[in-house]
């Protein structure tokens, strides 16, 4: 370890012998949590991952070589576009199906994904591409392999689809979305079709939308929602009533309501509006003069009054929790860390909750403002900034999921200055389910 520290300090003016150093600490201590934090740390963090093959070869051979550090050299293969034939290639000896190669395409997917490449763009030996295609087969038939678990089956598609050719990866699909599939395999397999830019994924989307259940339809918006042309199709599908704005989250809808180019803007705003709500006090003031929190004027004598106050019911507001807040926000050890923790609001008025409820936008905190990013090869992306480096930054859905994209593959990146969560909630919950959702929030 003194040797890559002192290797460190030189590496702007004797990168080679950093390279060396470090490739010697991989060959004899692959198994070591700090060479794989120099590894990820280093400047020459591509040139490293031509050790890829070398490190797949001695774990199939049984060594302890951390695997966390084969799935960072395959996610640094397949970003900078280096050695990953050669690690595929390894199927010819182990088989296609090994679990060691399933992760290093996996990871190495993954890498690619950050770059905004499939494993065609960057590839065009033809041996290189035929083995390829038939270990994404053999990931695939595993995929399709009940007796195996929806974890394994999840991995195995998803696998797939970075190195699959589009015409091969559609004919799998609808097997894969069956309802009779693992939930984790269908989300796979949206994920994976998703990858894809063929203008053709949209219209598949849309077809499968009918079977679809309610998490696998926030999936697939998502998707739909990445690309101008998508957004284009999704709207056909509305206005041939395929789909129904009703089915759409209401971040969806916000999603859809800041859309910039002129002929789709006009198109949502017909279709299903824009999104938000332009008055966020009267909405506040119903809610809280309905819950009996706030006052109103009554033509009865003695004029304004408190309506009876709803009583919440904590049972009923977990599931209310689970309906509308979970996908984004954590409480009782249930739901995702995207926006704030709601343990730490216990102490907050009513008043207070259903006004930062109904108007996020109110006060956001720099910590939890949406971004928005459009790449070099179309897609745009949305979320949070969860993490950034000098070559790169890491986007947080409100889908829990994320997004890391290559700083050099950003065309755009924007702030609108508002909270990644929607306005316009009070579509989704009544103020008796706010009562009760309030309930559960500050029960004990």
């Known amino acids: 370890m003194r040797a890559l520290h002192a290797a460190r300090n030189y590496d702007l003016q004797f990168g080679s012998l950093y390279l060396q150093i470090v490739g010697k600490a991989l060959r004899h201590d692959a198994g070591s949590v700090w060479t794989r934090a120099f590894v990820l740390t280093s400047d020459h963090r591509g040139s490293l991952s031509s050790h890829l093959p070398d490190m797949v070869s001695r774990k199939q051979k049984g060594e302890d070589i951390s695997l966390d550090l084969i799935g960072d050299l395959a996610e640094l293969a397949g970003a900078s576009g280096r050695s990953i034939d050669a690690g595929v290639s390894s199927a010819l000896v182990h088989g296609y199906d090994d679990p ?17 490449k499939r494993y065609t763009d960057i590839e065009t030996n033809h041996v290189s591409l035929a083995t390829a295609a038939y270990t994404a087969q053999s990931q695939l038939n595993t995929a399709l392999d009940a007796s ?10 998803s ?28 989300l796979a397999a949206i994920e994976a079709l998703g990858s894809y830019r063929e203008p053709a994924v949209a219209g598949m989307l849309i077809e499968a939308w009918p079977k679809m259940t309610p998490t696998l339809r926030d999936k697939a918006t ?17 206005e041939a009533k395929k789909i129904t704005p009703a089915q759409l989250s209401v971040a969806a809808k916000a999603t859809l309501g800041r859309q910039k180019t002129p002929a789709l803007a006009e ?35 003695g004029g304004a009054k408190l309506a009876p106050l709803l009583a919440g019911d904590a049972t009923r507001g977990a599931k209310i929790y689970e309906t509308a807040c979970m996908v984004c926000h954590k409480f009782a050890d249930k739901g995702n860390d995207v926006g704030p923790h709601l343990g730490t609001i216990k102490a907050w008025t009513a008043e207070q909750l259903v006004t930062n409820i109904l108007d996020p936008n109110r006060e956001v905190s720099p910590n939890f403002a949406l971004y928005l990013v459009e790449t070099n090869d179309g897609r745009t992306l949305s ?12 986007l947080k859905r409100a889908d829990g999921g994320t997004d890391t994209v290559l700083r050099s593959e950003i065309k755009s990146l924007t702030s609108p200055g508002i909270s990644l969560m929607p306005e316009g909630l009070e579509a989704a919950i009544t103020p008796q389910q706010m009562a009760d959702l309030i309930a559960y929030l500050k029960a004990e």
């Open 222 to 238: 998502t998707i739909l929602l990445s690309r101008t042309d998508r957004i284009t199709k999704l709207l056909d599908a509305i």
């Open 383 to 394: 979320g949070l900034i969860t993490s950034e480096t000098a070559g790169n930054l890491t």
């Open 148 to 157: 195996e678990s929806p974890v394994v089956r999840a991995e195995c598609v």
């Open 159 to 186: 696998a797939a689809g970075f190195f699959m050719v589009f015409n091969v990866f559609r004919y799998a699909f609808p097997k894969l979305i069956m309802p009779s599939q693992p939930q984790e395999l269908q």
């Open 267 to 301: 198109r949502i705003a017909k279709l299903i509006g824009d999104g938000s709500s332009s008055n966020r006090k009267e909405v506040i003031a119903k809610y809280l003069t309905a819950m009996g929190i706030k006052e109103r004027d009554l033509p009865s004598p």
């Open 100 to 116: 060691v190669l399933r992760f290093v395409m996996l990871h190495a997917g993954r890498g690619l994904s950050r770059a905004g």
